[in-house]
């Protein structure tokens, strides 16, 4: 949302951009290498030698399972996220630059780290194609940072715009329920599996009180 509207410190939008980016990082920084995913082609080609093309996620951030068993990382992704840690972005393009994902047009599609699509000995492969939106998003993250954001001040002059502007001002809920869901990596669930209650066992139908197990939803309600 950043790359065309204004953005508020402190709002649901911006917390949830800088949630999004040390995620990133942190994910990164796990796995030693680069940061920064997203959509984008990664190391497998089809019949007319065309890098197929597909979202990708970190674990903790993306609803799909899985997410950790793919290693394709993105610069596009790291331009974008100069609007939210500029210096920790502009570090993580240097590494990339020195990788060797510099081309004509600038730095490459990605950097494909997942193992089963690599070359034997190999511990990496360029995506050596340029995509024009990806590019184009760079463009205005570059714009943003270095032209004291022309595309949101664009914005911001629309009539209509600043009819619903208000919009963008929306604070974090302080009543909101935490969505708790499986990250998809090996270490988080071993650790879930470490904290699970133990199964019970009730072996006497004749108790004084009975045992009682509620189940809820959050809307549906069963007691046994």
Same mark, same amino acid.
């Given at each position: 949302?950043?790359?065309?509207?204004?953005?508020?410190?402190?709002?649901?939008?911006?917390?949830?951009?800088? !949630?999004?980016?040390? &995620? +990133?990082?942190?994910?990164?920084?796990? %796995? $030693?290498?680069?940061? =920064?995913?997203? /959509?984008?082609?990664?190391?497998?080609?089809?019949?007319?030698?065309?890098?197929?093309?597909?979202?990708?996620?970190?674990?903790?951030?993306?609803?799909?399972?899985?997410?950790?068993?793919?290693?394709?990382?993105?610069?596009?992704?790291?331009?974008?996220?100069?609007?939210?840690?500029?210096?920790? !972005?502009?570090?993580? &393009? +240097?590494?990339?630059?020195?990788?060797? %994902? $510099?081309?004509?047009? =600038?730095?490459? /599609?990605?950097?494909?780290?997942?193992?089963?699509?690599?070359?034997?000995?190999?511990?990496?492969?360029?995506?050596?194609?340029?995509?024009?939106?990806?590019?184009?998003?760079?463009?205005?993250?570059?714009?943003?940072?270095?032209?004291?954001?022309?595309?949101?001040?664009?914005?911001?002059?629309?009539?209509?715009?600043?009819?619903?502007?208000?919009?963008?001002?929306?604070?974090?809920?302080?009543?909101?329920?935490?969505?708790?869901?499986?990250?998809?990596?090996?270490?988080?669930?071993?650790?879930?599996?470490?904290?699970?209650?133990?199964?019970?066992?009730?072996?006497?139908?004749?108790?004084?009180?009975?045992?009682?197990?509620?189940?809820?939803?959050?809307?549906?309600?069963?007691?046994?």
């Amino acid at each position: 949302p950043m790359l065309v509207m204004p953005s508020y410190q402190g709002t649901l939008l911006d917390q949830t951009c800088r !949630a999004a980016v040390a &995620l +990133q990082i942190e994910h990164g920084q796990q %796995l $030693g290498l680069p940061w =920064g995913v997203s /959509e984008s082609g990664y190391n497998t080609l089809d019949s007319q030698f065309n890098y197929q093309y597909r979202a990708f996620g970190v674990p903790g951030l993306g609803l799909k399972r899985g997410l950790g068993a793919e290693r394709v990382v993105a610069p596009y992704a790291s331009v974008l996220a100069l609007m939210v840690a500029p210096q920790a !972005a502009c570090q993580n &393009l +240097q590494r990339l630059a020195q990788l060797g %994902l $510099g081309g004509r047009f =600038g730095l490459y /599609e990605a950097v494909d780290y997942t193992e089963s699509r690599l070359p034997r000995g190999q511990d990496h492969a360029v995506v050596r194609s340029f995509m024009a939106h990806h590019q184009g998003m760079s463009l205005l993250a570059l714009a943003w940072l270095l032209l004291d954001q022309p595309m949101q001040r664009r914005f911001e002059s629309d009539p209509q715009f600043q009819a619903i502007a208000l919009l963008l001002q929306e604070r974090v809920p302080k009543t909101a329920a935490q969505y708790l869901h499986a990250a998809g990596a090996p270490e988080a669930d071993e650790a879930a599996r470490a904290h699970e209650n133990k199964l019970r066992v009730f072996a006497d139908p004749d108790r004084k009180r009975p045992a009682v197990q509620l189940l809820s939803n959050g809307h549906y309600h069963l007691m046994l």
